[in-house]
């Protein structure tokens, strides 16, 4: 049988390779999973895998299926009620399932393509109160769900409609490898699309799960540009049907832009409502009182999708009377850890399985059939309307045909809500990693060393201009400040850069460890321009899931770090305590400019952010002429539009004098 097998995976990896190209100039090659354990041959399919996935859509119309002509007869689908950790199943026991290291291997699916045009002047009224700033996907919010399967290339052709701004789409969490221009950051991997022009992302999702996708073009997202992303496959624990993704944000009346002087002045801009999956109710008012409700069918298990696409608000998800079995955080599959609630960042997805009640057992039942879902902000970590705060009783699960009356079910108890994140001990990969020494050492004993904290400018280096003397919030040596006409994508064969543009060099043999310490308040020698602030940060990192070597909410002199090499939690997005630290430790196996940022849109925009720039000779060599055309091609029209004023806010004929860019650009 062993023969066998290795005689199938030989061929397969003769054969099994998968040319792909985010614009013709690359390639990637495939690599089979080979199993640990030996499985009987499946029987031949009449046909390649094709299947409608388990998580798939709650539509009953949905005809999207799962597909993999390129595989040949000899795979077959193997998800099944009472099995979701497996995905194909292949000849000699081959196998792509839970266990598979994605990193590495991934079956060779389709492409799959979207059109998204990107509108403005849109008149949004999600929960009673207009808001007439909205910028959205397809006039939709959220914006249309994009599905691939695990494997697939996503193609996406993005159209800017907007009147004065540019954009850029970011594909939060996807790893980009080798497709460093498709991530989707304005001023690092690409000029911003301008008006009336457009661009083509296209990537391999080599992980599964669920994200989301949003603006990443200053404010934008904040004003309505989001929406979910979810890569069919494999699952760590058994369910019966999904529901489709659950985004939960705060949400504001004006337009991020109007709000962002307030973030400079502080204090920061104050939210006024919920929102679940475009769902709210502002002061009980809102689409007719109605709620955002699910329904649920006695005795299944129930596959969730947790999304925070917030601007400023961590989130403590919970469903009355119920407990969620979490089997992933972030694109990362988990061992499952059953809860009464989980706290979702800003920028984190969970996947859970909601058991729901049993089966009646009785002709009386006296339980109820509705229940409260609740998305209650987290203390410290949330800023509503003084007296105006939203309920926390933002959505309901229903049994029976339709929701009857309101539900009267009370919030779970046991847990209190202090901004934190989900415990570090109950976030352990199914995928083991071992982090090895770091290559950085040399800066510190942690790798690099960063601080945040509210910086003032130096005479004649404020921003929005240079005489202006807002503090920013910074990470690096000084505030993220970018030049849209001039990204980092372009410049790689620089020795030097804009310190504005906060890069940090990377340059470490491919797949070495690199560390970084983050601490929530300034290092030593910052704080004589830095403040002290003590305010919880999620910090995203672009190109990598990252392992999470350490997280304490005391400083490193009161709380010395202990660090877990071996299978710590890894994730794409980390809550930075305020006063603690966090350590993490990503491979420098990703070549390429990659954004490490807060996640509170405020802050991001006010200048909290750096550019890991890893392997920089590499990344400029992959970026060949043929896939720079693109980037290229977007920046030349970008100036182009930009050298007219008239293309300027308020438009042509109306004086203006104030700068184009008033915030970081992110």
């Known amino acids: 049988?062993?023969?066998?097998?290795?005689?199938?995976?030989?061929?397969?990896?003769?054969?099994?390779?998968?040319?792909?190209?985010?614009?013709?100039?690359?390639?990637?090659?495939?690599?089979?999973?080979?199993?640990?354990?030996?499985?009987?041959?499946?029987?031949?399919?009449?046909?390649?895998?094709?299947?409608?996935?388990?998580?798939?859509?709650?539509?009953?119309?949905?005809?999207?299926?799962?597909?993999?002509?390129?595989?040949?007869?000899?795979?077959?689908?193997?998800?099944?009620?009472?099995?979701?950790?497996?995905?194909?199943?292949?000849?000699?026991?081959?196998?792509?399932?839970?266990?598979?290291?994605?990193?590495?291997?991934?079956?060779?699916g389709i492409t799959r393509k979207y059109h998204l045009v990107v509108n403005e002047n849109t008149t949004l009224n999600a929960d009673g109160l207009v808001m007439p700033y909205a910028k959205l996907f397809n006039n939709t919010y959220p914006g249309p769900w994009i599905q691939a399967c695990w494997g697939d290339i996503i193609e996406v052709k993005v159209d800017n409609k907007l009147d004065f701004n540019g954009t850029s789409i970011h594909w939060h969490g996807i790893r980009q490898l080798e497709s460093l221009e498709m991530d989707g950051v304005n001023a690092v991997t690409q000029c911003p699309i301008a008006p009336n022009k457009s661009f083509t992302y296209r990537f391999r999702a080599t992980q599964y799960g669920t994200s989301w996708y949003h603006s990443h073009y200053s404010l934008q997202y904040g004003d309505g540009m989001v929406g979910p992303l979810t890569i069919h496959g494999p699952s760590s624990a058994e369910y019966d049907e999904a529901r489709d993704p659950i985004l939960m944000t705060d949400w504001n009346h004006r337009s991020g832009f109007m709000d962002f002087h307030i973030e400079l002045a502080s204090p920061p801009p104050q939210m006024d409502s919920i929102l679940l999956n475009g769902h709210g109710n502002y002061a009980g008012g809102g689409n007719g009182g109605v709620k955002y409700s699910i329904p649920f069918k006695r005795g299944k298990k129930y596959l969730l999708r947790l999304i925070n696409t917030s601007v400023d608000t961590t989130f403590i998800f919970t469903i009355d009377n119920h407990n969620l079995t979490v089997i992933s955080s972030d694109f990362v599959a988990i061992r499952p850890y059953t809860t009464n609630h989980v706290v979702v960042g800003i920028g984190q997805r969970y996947h859970v399985i909601v058991t729901a009640l049993p089966k009646e057992t009785s002709r009386v039942d006296s339980t109820p059939n509705e229940f409260w879902i609740r998305t209650i902000p987290a203390t410290g970590c949330s800023a509503f309307q003084v007296g105006g705060a939203p309920g926390e009783r933002q959505g309901i699960i229903y049994y029976g045909a339709e929701v009857e009356t309101l539900p009267t079910t009370q919030r779970n108890t046991g847990f209190n809500l202090t901004c934190r994140d989900e415990p570090f001990e109950n976030l352990v990969p199914v995928v083991p990693w071992k982090v090895e020494r770091p290559s950085n050492v040399d800066r510190g004993e942690y790798g690099d060393g960063f601080g945040i904290g509210l910086q003032t400018p130096l005479p004649g280096q404020g921003h929005p201009l240079p005489n202006d003397t807002f503090k920013h919030w910074a990470i690096g040596d000084q505030p993220l400040w970018l030049n849209f006409?001039?990204?980092?994508?372009?410049?790689?064969?620089?020795?030097?850069?804009?310190?504005?543009?906060?890069?940090?060099?990377?340059?470490?043999?491919?797949?070495?460890?690199?560390?970084?310490?983050?601490?929530g308040t300034p290092l030593p020698k910052d704080q004589s321009t830095r403040n002290i602030t003590p305010v919880a940060h999620p910090i995203h990192l672009h190109g990598h899931d990252f392992a999470l070597l350490a997280q304490s909410n005391q400083s490193r002199t009161v709380n010395p770090p202990k660090l877990k090499l071996n299978n710590p939690p890894r994730r794409d997005v980390v809550l930075l305590p305020a006063f603690g630290y966090v350590i993490i430790a990503f491979k420098a196996d990703n070549p390429g400019a990659w954004l490490m940022h807060c996640h509170i849109a405020w802050h991001a925009s006010s200048g909290l952010a750096l550019q890991i720039l890893e392997r920089q000779e590499t990344a400029r060599r992959q970026l060949t002429p043929e896939r720079m055309k693109e980037p290229k091609r977007v920046c030349n029209e970008w100036n182009e539009w930009f050298a007219n004023p008239d293309n300027h806010w308020p438009g042509r004929d109306i004086p203006y004098v104030g700068p184009f860019q008033d915030d970081s650009g992110i």
């Open 1 to 108: 049988m062993k023969f066998l097998q290795d005689c199938w995976i030989a061929l397969l990896e003769l054969f099994n390779i998968a040319t792909f190209s985010t614009t013709g100039g690359s390639s990637l090659k495939q690599t089979l999973h080979e199993p640990d354990h030996q499985l009987p041959l499946p029987e031949l399919a009449s046909g390649p895998p094709s299947f409608f996935p388990p998580s798939r859509p709650e539509d009953p119309e949905s005809t999207f299926k799962c597909e993999y002509p390129d595989m040949g007869i000899q795979w077959v689908p193997c998800s099944s009620p009472t099995d979701r950790k497996c995905w194909l199943a292949g000849p000699a026991g081959a196998r792509f399932d839970i266990d598979t290291n994605y990193e590495t291997s991934y079956p060779r």
């Open 485 to 519: 006409s001039n990204p980092t994508i372009l410049n790689l064969a620089n020795k030097t850069f804009n310190p504005e543009y906060v890069v940090i060099p990377e340059d470490y043999p491919d797949g070495s460890w690199v560390y970084l310490f983050i601490e």
